[in-house]
């Protein structure tokens, strides 16, 4: 079967990409496995996504990795996942380096441990120079978190005198979320049959194309990435205007 990846139309590649990665889990219990198991053949498919992003020239790719909802789970499966970062650091800067890979991080990064923060704070540095994709991983990341702190930080530079309250409006909002700087998603993605947005860039999805799949995370492949924009680009995107406004 033809790629989509040559059906799609160059000129209209989405600058942002979300992708909510669900069903590790389920994907374990399928194969008979723990769930760690899942989450490890996730980086599989995290590698080839960020290979393909990169390949057809999305700008920046933002992956849910963990959720500030997340730490609730057993901790056995939380210091796994905390484990399994590391470890997919230690083995994929050299891949990223070569792909041209920039990385950056969204959420509350001063709850991950530790070791995590080192360890993913060597790496920003040592791609930072990269101009290719921008990766962007949510770590310890909810929307309602960073909206609340865009509000705490608004409400205390206004106390200051920095800003005044008439000043307050969308772009100056979003120079407070921790997405200040990066363009909203054109599309997101969400893997598993889940129909939820589970708390990720609230703010940022005003106007995103949503794209639900069947498949489980660790079954997704650059390939399931190029078929989502495939569909994105034969959307049409009115903003809400009517069609005509949207030729004339
Ligand atoms: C959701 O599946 C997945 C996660 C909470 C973790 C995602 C982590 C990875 C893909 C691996 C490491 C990531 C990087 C960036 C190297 P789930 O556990 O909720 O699955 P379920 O809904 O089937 O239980």
Not at 109 to 128: A, H, R
Not at 129 to 152: H, P
Not at 189 to 216: D, M
């Amino acid at each position: 079967m033809e790629s989509f990846r040559n059906k799609l139309d160059k000129n209209r590649i989405p600058k942002h990409v979300a992708i909510i990665m669900d069903g590790n889990g389920r994907w374990a219990e399928k194969h008979g496995k723990a769930r760690v198991f899942g989450h490890e053949n996730g980086v599989e498919s995290v590698r080839s996504v960020v290979e393909g992003a990169g390949e057809i020239g999305v700008k920046h790719l933002t992956l849910y990795a963990f959720s500030t909802e997340n730490w609730l789970r057993p901790k056995p499966e939380v210091e796994a996942l905390m484990e399994l970062l590391v470890h997919a650091i230690d083995n994929e800067t050299e891949l990223l380096m070569k792909n041209n890979v920039r990385l950056s991080t969204i959420g509350d990064l001063s709850k991950m441990p530790v070791k995590v923060k080192e360890k993913l704070n060597g790496c920003i540095n040592f791609l930072k120079d990269n101009t290719g994709l921008n990766l962007i991983l949510a770590l310890s990341y909810s929307s309602k978190w960073e909206i609340i702190k865009a509000v705490q930080n608004i409400s205390q530079d206004s106390i200051e005198g920095k800003i005044k309250p008439e000043m307050i409006n969308d772009k100056l909002f979003e120079e407070y979320l921790n997405t200040a700087e990066i363009p909203d998603p054109e599309l997101m993605i969400r893997t598993s049959g889940e129909f939820r947005i589970s708390n990720f860039l609230l703010w940022q999805i005003a106007y995103s194309e949503l794209f639900f799949t069947e498949k489980l995370w660790p079954d997704f492949r650059k390939e399931d990435l190029f078929e989502a924009i495939f569909d994105f680009q034969n959307r049409e995107r009115r903003f809400g205007k009517t069609r005509e406004q949207l030729t004339m």
